[in-house]
């Protein structure tokens, strides 16, 4: 079966494609739905693009803009926070790491101090979420031109076995070349899945933190 190239723009659709016997791509319904509520031509995730976190849709205590101190300047709040972002700490830790935090804090320090945290932690998940984005676009372009290529491979067998006079060694050689392409698309694409959740997965973990952080927060 011959594979048209496709423009870079088809990234969004690289998740509804399979590879069978030769290769073949698999149009769903929502493919068109999943692009406009994605946006950019590169990112091939279902879950909606958002590049950047605002923090007042996260955060209802004082202002970050107003902070007079750095979140790092206060040592035991630079602690918590570079444990709990860690790479290493598994999600349950961390959130138990920013409860004790939180409850060993005296009331008369609690807003500052609970502030300069969320400060931390809201910082580190930016920059920890835009290494994930970036990655995943990254991904998806790689993928759109390992298509390009597997095409021009399709082309090129559909070529040698229309000569009369092509070699079958080469016909052979080129077959498994395409077939190994194929193969590596697949397992790939397999890993996209997995990388368009992390950025949401920190959100999530960060929103739960925020949520330990806001219970104790002095009302105003």
Same mark, same amino acid.
Request: proline share 6%.
């Given at each position: ?17 399979a ?14 739905? %999943? ?52 790479r ?6 961390a ?62 067998l ?6 009369e ?17 194929q193969?590596?698309? %697949? ?10 959740? %992390? ?22």
């Amino acid at each position: 079966m011959r594979l048209a190239r496709l423009p870079a723009r088809a990234a969004p659709a690289l998740l509804a494609l399979a590879l069978g016997s030769g290769l073949l791509l698999c149009a769903v319904p929502s493919v068109e739905a %999943q692009r406009a509520a994605a946006g950019p031509p590169d990112w091939p995730c279902v879950q909606r693009l958002i590049p950047e976190l605002a923090w007042g849709t996260l955060w209802t205590g004082p202002s970050l803009d107003d902070l007079e101190q750095r979140w790092w300047e206060d040592e035991e709040v630079g602690r918590v926070v570079r444990f709990a972002m860690a790479r290493d700490t598994p999600p349950e830790q961390a959130l138990a790491r920013v409860r004790d935090f939180v409850a060993s804090l005296e009331d008369d320090e609690a807003q500052a101090r609970l502030t300069l945290l969320f400060a931390g932690l809201f910082e580190l998940t930016g920059r920890q979420r835009g290494r994930a984005i970036d990655a995943v676009r990254q991904a998806s372009r790689a993928q759109v031109a390992r298509l390009d290529t597997i095409s021009a491979m399709v082309d090129e067998l559909e070529a040698l076995r229309a000569d009369e006079g092509a070699s079958p060694e080469e016909i052979e050689r080129l077959s498994d070349a395409l077939f190994w392409e194929q193969r590596t698309f %697949q397992m790939r694409q397999q890993t996209l899945p997995a990388m368009c959740e %992390q950025p949401y997965l920190l959100e999530e973990t960060l929103s739960r933190m925020v949520r330990l952080i806001m219970e104790r927060m002095p009302q105003r």
